[in-house]
């Protein structure tokens, strides 16, 4: 067979013949030697999601430089879009049975196999069932919570591990500052890798692409939650407990219904708080760990992150105890006194009707007594008076009264 050349006596691939390129054949042999699926617009391969386009790009560049000279910018990116065409496939099944980890896939029935397949999520940590015990992970913890939240925290990591929000729950960890507990985010990166976004849950109320941004990740970690209330709680509780496919939309594309199992992590000083929302649904949705003080006398170790990091195989055996102990309670958490009382805490401080319909001398709760809602809320406003608290307004108070009516058996 006579070898097809260039005018540089360079032989020329069979998707090239000197002036045209052959573009569907060109994106065949690509996937040939790069295996990929596109979903969405998202390309996977057996290590998970590809975040980087730009890796593709490079690759895709130096493939076809040696034979074009001109344009080839604009022709990066038109093979990028047909390889989407080409690579195009359904939705990859989410697998709550399995977490697909460097090394192989682990069953959470406890079977190991080196085998990989495609998959949404791919961790960079390995599955070393004979790892060490993590002591620097556990001391630090020692340091930052009371033992009773411990497994709390355990649970809730083991949770991030599984595209699933069962558990319907978000965690804080609530804090003065400086104690450490952002360290926990830096552990969690080297157990999740890309997997894990980091950014602000406000954002996720007002920006309406941020939902988008979340599709594929694990978790959402917001390092420096803002003390303003939430102008709105509909999308985080949504996401919190979604089970059905959701509207996403990005920049410059048409909305589509896609899944997300995101969770979220919040740092701060104090518990994330609604300007409009009243409702216990809205509070419950949150797990509340206080830390400890720091200690005077403690002397911070600058390399402790890196350090915790370097036991990331140990952790990850001690995230899967979290993890089965939350299964094996049907996703509920282990919730300590201090933790249910942090939760109590911040439902009367978002709704102090709450506290008012307990308070004394200003109302009774008899079956043989009545009053308007109009004298009740004259009532509400001198105790919030009294008690220098800003009333809710008389329509918000009306609604709190009708929907837990039962609860006081009004």
Known sequence: MQENRNSNNLILPDWFDGKHLNEVLFCQRFLEQNPMKSINGTFFNVEGRIRDENQLKKKIYDWIKPYLTTGISKRVTNLLDVMRVESYSPELPIHRDRLHVANGTFFLDG????????????????????????????YFLSQLLEPEDIPTLQEFMGYCLIPSTKAQKMLMLIGRGGEGKSRIGLVLRALLGGNMATGNLAKIETNKFARADLEHELLMVDDDMKLEALPQTNIIKAIITAELL???????????????????????????????????????????????????????????????????????????????RLMENQYHFTISQRAQENMDTAVSDGNNMVDFMVSEGYIRLKPDCEASSKELYGVYKLWCDDNALHPLSAKSFSSYL?????????
């Open 402 to 410: 009708i929907e837990n009516a039962d609860y006081y058996n009004l």
């Open 111 to 138: 079977t190991f196999t080196s085998d990989k397949d495609y998959c949404r999520n791919r961790l960079p940590v390995a599955y070393c069932p004979s790892a060490q015990q993590p002591e620097t992970w556990l």
């Open 246 to 324: 959701m509207d996403l939309e990005k920049k410059g594309h048409q909305s589509y219904q896609g899944d997300l199992y995101v969770r979220f992590l919040g740092f701060g000083n104090g518990s994330l708080k609604a300007l409009y929302d009243r409702s216990e649904r809205f509070f419950r949705r949150q797990i509340i760990l206080t830390v400890k003080k720091k200690s005077p006398c403690r002397r911070d170790d600058p390399d402790i992150a890196e350090k915790m990091c370097a036991e990331a195989d140990g952790i990850f055996l001690w995230c899967l105890e979290g993890l089965h």
